[in-house]
């Protein structure tokens, strides 16, 4: 049963389940007001930043993203998500975990603090929902998730880039080198993985399924739907949103923006349609707030967020989360 509460339901919500009344310009910021709490019992989902932007090779910034999406989800927590026309909290209990502390001026402690804190909250049986953050923070979340999950997991990938690029140091921070090593260590099967919206060249793709922008734009969100599901069936699978998979226009707040990308109303309808995967993890990353005009970005990543959340409660409801 939900409890209502007048304001600050983050840090007053005694249970994990329902939604509270809020002021959109007031109150304590966790993503939807959810319950900010690091007792992870009885959570279906955690939801926790990592704001690491160290591993950036053009504009800095998304260290700020986690603080930018829960800032923007307010809106989303004032009425039922649309289209889904429920409240996902009535069914989903989340929590907002907060950031995962790292010492940033001591970088090669970066890689292992972002794996023990993913290994503490998949230890609880929850699925993660994290904001990036550069990209980089998706090589050890993967890292906990193949170690809980089983490995190779299936990937599926929105960016503008493939993140493929070779990278044979084990301790470097590159936020284009990550699915190299994941794919070298085992972490992904890339012949059971997706990626969304690429528009930048790589020699070798290492044979992951690339649905590039432009097939996109050709061939339509309902052919790219099918081609996801049938490339990665029941897989245990891995979801990662770059936000510059979306094209400048729509999600100019980012740190590396290429022109030509999707478009928030092609994206938001995949997300929403991916119910049918097996998905044992999810990240939103590459938010960088001072590029951003009116928030777009932000208020995209925290859609698609929001979405992802919605998808996961009708997941639970079918006895398949």
Not at 51 to 76: M, N
Not at 111 to 130: D, F, N, Q, V, W
Not at 140 to 169: M, N, R, V
């Amino acid at each position: 049963m939900s409890d209502t509460i007048l304001g600050d339901g983050a840090i007053r919500r005694t249970s994990l389940y329902g939604s509270s009344i809020e002021n959109t310009y007031a109150g304590v910021l966790s993503f939807m007001r959810r319950n900010y709490s690091r007792d992870l019992a009885g959570a279906d989902v955690v939801i926790s930043g990592v704001p690491l932007d160290l591993a950036t090779t053009f504009r800095p910034g998304a260290r700020l993203g986690p603080a930018a999406i829960r800032a923007a989800s307010v809106q989303l927590a004032e009425l039922k998500p649309f289209p889904w026309g429920f409240d996902p909290f009535e069914d989903l209990a989340v929590i907002d975990y907060g950031d995962c502390w790292f010492d940033a001026h001591n970088p090669l402690t970066i890689k292992p603090t972002i794996i023990e804190h993913a290994r503490t909250i998949l230890a609880s049986g929850a699925k993660m929902l994290t904001f990036g953050g550069d990209h980089f923070i998706t090589y050890p979340l993967l890292i906990a998730h193949a170690e809980k999950y089983g490995q190779p997991l299936a990937l599926l990938h929105f960016d503008a880039h493939c993140d493929t690029w070779p990278d044979d140091s084990p301790d470097s921070l590159n936020h284009g080198t990550m699915f190299y090593k994941a794919v070298k260590e085992g972490l992904i099967d890339p012949a059971r993985s997706v990626q969304v919206g690429i528009r930048t060249w790589n020699d070798d793709f290492m044979g992951m399924n690339v649905l590039d922008a432009p097939w996109v734009h050709e061939n339509g969100t309902d052919a790219t739907l099918a081609r996801i599901k049938s490339v990665i069936g029941d897989h245990p699978v891995y979801v990662t949103f770059d936000i510059d998979c979306l094209d400048p226009a729509f999600a100019p707040g980012t740190g590396t923006p290429v022109p030509g990308g999707l478009t928030t109303a092609q994206a938001l309808k995949i997300v929403r349609n991916l119910g049918d995967l097996n998905i044992v993890g999810m990240d939103v990353v590459e938010v960088s707030p001072a590029y951003d005009q009116s928030e777009v970005t932000a208020l995209a990543a925290a859609h698609i967020a929001c979405d992802m959340l919605c998808m996961m409660r009708n997941k639970k409801l079918a006895g398949t989360l």
